[in-house]
């Protein structure tokens, strides 16, 4: 079940990830396999926690302009 609005969603869909954060599938899902995030399977269906790409996220370094990397 993939809420509209990520900050109360716990878990979400692979397309609700990649939608919201502007993310590709095949990233997505390498991150799934790297254990950078985590998911639940609902049947066939793998749904994101929304805590961990928050995590993940808050994770990144921050830009600095004038630093091409």
Same mark, same amino acid.
């Given at each position: 079940?993939?809420?509209?609005?990520?900050?109360?969603?716990?878990?979400?869909?692979?397309?609700?990830?990649?939608?919201?954060?502007?993310?590709?599938?095949?990233?997505?899902?390498?991150?799934?396999?790297?254990?950078?995030?985590?998911?639940?399977? $609902?049947?066939?269906?793998? $749904?994101?926690?929304?805590?961990?790409?928050?995590?993940?996220?808050?994770?990144?370094?921050a830009y600095e302009p004038g630093n091409v990397a």
């Amino acid at each position: 079940m993939a809420a509209k609005n990520k900050s109360t969603a716990r878990y979400m869909t692979v397309k609700a990830v990649c939608d919201n954060y502007g993310i590709g599938r095949t990233y997505c899902y390498k991150l799934l396999s790297e254990g950078q995030i985590s998911a639940v399977k $609902l049947g066939g269906k793998t $749904l994101i926690t929304a805590s961990s790409i928050d995590k993940y996220f808050s994770s990144l370094p921050a830009y600095e302009p004038g630093n091409v990397a």
